[in-house]
């Protein structure tokens, strides 16, 4: 790694690896990793800091009756993570608390490394109270948030000196979870107008529930009178906006794509907001046979994956045949776990990510009579998916899906996987022949899911949203759900989905397999577009300028 005057701390609540170290919840975390990973591939000197969840975001059990359960388990780090020589200590609650910490190396594909802090409260002269703050991901109410966030923030800062980092060129702050950064900044003597030239802010998703709103009672009760009052000046009927904060203390921010960079300069009225579309760590995300493939026929991906633009060149019958590889992977798995006898056959279509209302999970089922009209003996459906635990809304969404293979029986297959993971979508993404999304526009913040399927040959079957927005080109490299001009309306886009399964995507994969490879190429191309290297290097830009407006 550089010298330390030049490296990046990555600030996020949560950062994906992999599905063994359970600190993600979603896009936003599997989006931190891939950041990470593609920084060690660029040798660049990046490091992130995250909190260490001892329950994680609970293991997802559904039962007979389609509804959700979680059960908690207890992770031990020890032996996936490595525990750093060094500890911190925090005031909290008029206590010290002891914050232990520890680490994974990320190794880049040159063989470069890079490195995540995990910080844990699991200490054993610690309260139940604050041990517990360690426990759940997004777990508890405002009062476990806001604690949680000043041990991210704070202690985050405090674990960058203990272990050497110091002082840092500059800090990404992965959404608002973490701009109490800045207010521990202040405690290190930096001036507000230093603070702002060090760091750089990403907000995602324009939806009211990602963002976190504080009582300034809480506030002060946490922070301290001092911290209290500078936040008072980014308050709104004395409510702190986390994001609000971090915008403020940053001298940039940027959104996830181009029309989520519109939506926010609406979220934040006044402020610049740049667009850095996200991007996919390609060597996650591509899967085995395809990635034999790929060194066969486009080597040296592996190190630059923009040699996937050249997709056009792979030999149609080996592509088919790694794909096939692929699907017949994820069959075996969901029949394994369903009992249902999918085909690797048939058309395959797969939706699979966090279950909220405006991701509209159950519009395919809008007309059930329709859809088993169109797809009979033709097309079976393999979904996935967890909702937050205080997420009814989203169980009960869930619930629907689930009795959806009941009213379906054998007409249309129609399996639900339980306990949705990095791995599980790694096998989702690369195993089905069309990758579904259908969300409200433009709440879709990018959709990085799709841009996974996409390098794996997948077609894209989506609303024109995030990164599809930017990308789409119907009948070419996958097919866009209605119009972007008009207002999302569920019976329209359910009968526009219905429509283009039944004139465009079912015939053409029942007469036209050559036209279905050479979109599948094109899909490859455009996912050349997508990587997080690329997404990384749009960073550096950023991060290029930290300590240049002082």
């Known amino acids: 790694m550089s010298k330390i005057s030049e490296t990046i701390c990555y600030f996020s609540a949560e950062i994906g690896l992999s599905s063994s170290i359970p600190t993600y919840s979603g896009g936003l975390g599997v989006l931190a990793g891939d950041y990470i990973k593609a920084s060690a591939d660029l040798n660049l000197p990046v490091i992130g800091i995250t909190l260490l969840y001892r329950h994680g975001q609970g293991i997802q059990r559904i039962n007979r009756d389609g509804v959700q359960k979680e059960r908690w388990n207890n992770f031990n780090p020890d032996g996936i993570l490595e525990k750093e020589d060094a500890e911190i200590k925090l005031k909290l609650d008029g206590k010290e608390i002891i914050v232990e910490i520890w680490s994974k190396t990320v190794n880049g594909v040159r063989g470069h490394k890079g490195k995540v802090f995990f910080l844990d409260v699991d200490h054993h002269t610690n309260t139940p109270e604050h041990r517990n703050l360690g426990s759940r991901l997004y777990g508890g109410g405002t009062e476990t948030r806001i604690r949680q966030e000043y041990i991210l923030g704070f202690g985050g800062v405090k674990t960058l000196k203990v272990l050497g980092f110091w002082p840092l060129k500059g800090f990404h702050l992965n959404e608002g979870h973490t701009s109490f950064v800045a207010l521990s900044l202040m405690d290190e003597g930096l001036s507000i107008n230093e603070?702002?030239?060090?760091?750089?802010?990403?907000?995602?998703?324009?939806?009211?529930?990602?963002?976190?709103?504080?009582?300034?009672?809480?506030?002060?009760?946490?922070?301290?009178?001092?911290?209290?009052?500078?936040?008072?000046?980014?308050?709104?009927?004395?409510?702190?906006?986390?994001?609000?904060?971090?915008?403020?203390?940053?001298?940039?921010?940027?959104?996830?794509?181009?029309?989520?960079?519109?939506?926010?300069?609406?979220?934040?009225?006044?402020?610049?907001?740049?667009?850095?579309?996200?991007?996919?760590?390609?060597?996650?995300?591509?899967?085995?046979?395809?990635?034999?493939?790929?060194?066969?026929?486009?080597?040296?991906?592996?190190?630059?994956?923009?040699?996937?633009?050249?997709?056009?060149?792979?030999?149609?019958?080996?592509?088919?045949?790694?794909?096939?590889?692929?699907?017949?992977?994820?069959?075996?798995?969901?029949?394994?776990?369903?009992?249902?006898?999918?085909?690797?056959?048939?058309?395959?279509?797969?939706?699979?990510?966090?279950?909220?209302?405006?991701?509209?999970?159950?519009?395919?089922?809008?007309?059930?009579?329709?859809?088993?009209?169109?797809?009979?003996?033709?097309?079976?459906?393999?979904?996935?998916?967890?909702?937050?635990?205080?997420?009814?809304?989203?169980?009960?969404?869930?619930?629907?899906?689930?009795?959806?293979?009941?009213?379906?029986?054998?007409?249309?297959?129609?399996?639900?996987l339980e306990n949705y993971s990095m791995w599980l979508g790694s096998k989702l993404v690369s195993g089905a022949d069309i990758w579904l999304n259908n969300p409200i526009r433009p709440l879709e913040a990018c959709g990085t899911s799709g841009m996974k399927a996409s390098m794996n040959g997948v077609l894209n079957f989506s609303v024109s949203d995030g990164w599809w927005d930017e990308e789409a080109n119907h009948g070419e490299n996958g097919w866009i759900i209605g119009n972007k001009n008009e207002e999302s309306d569920d019976i329209r886009d359910s009968k526009k989905i219905y429509d283009i399964l039944e004139k465009e995507i079912i015939p053409l994969w029942e007469k036209d397999r050559n036209k279905w490879i050479k979109m599948m190429k094109c899909a490859i191309s455009t996912s050349s577009k997508m990587t997080a290297k690329r997404m990384v290097k749009e960073y550096q830009n950023y991060y290029d300028n930290f300590g240049s407006h002082q």
């Open 195 to 416: 603070i702002k030239n060090k760091l750089h802010f990403t907000t995602h998703t324009p939806v009211p529930a990602g963002h976190d709103v504080f009582d300034m009672e809480e506030v002060r009760k946490v922070l301290g009178s001092n911290h209290a009052d500078f936040c008072s000046n980014f308050t709104e009927d004395d409510k702190l906006s986390m994001s609000h904060l971090a915008i403020n203390v940053s001298n940039t921010c940027n959104a996830v794509s181009k029309l989520n960079a519109k939506v926010a300069k609406d979220m934040f009225p006044g402020k610049q907001i740049g667009s850095i579309t996200n991007g996919v760590h390609h060597l996650t995300w591509t899967s085995v046979p395809l990635a034999k493939l790929y060194d066969k026929e486009l080597p040296g991906w592996r190190v630059n994956p923009d040699l996937l633009s050249d997709a056009s060149k792979l030999n149609s019958n080996m592509l088919w045949q790694a794909h096939l590889t692929a699907k017949k992977s994820l069959i075996r798995y969901a029949n394994s776990m369903s009992g249902k006898g999918l085909s690797p056959e048939r058309l395959t279509i797969c939706f699979a990510r966090r279950v909220v209302e405006y991701k509209r999970p159950n519009l395919i089922l809008k007309d059930i009579e329709r859809l088993i009209e169109i797809c009979e003996n033709k097309v079976q459906f393999i979904f996935a998916g967890y909702a937050h635990p205080n997420n009814i809304a989203g169980k009960k969404i869930i619930k629907e899906l689930n009795e959806a293979t009941d009213i379906l029986g054998n007409k249309v297959n129609f399996v639900y």
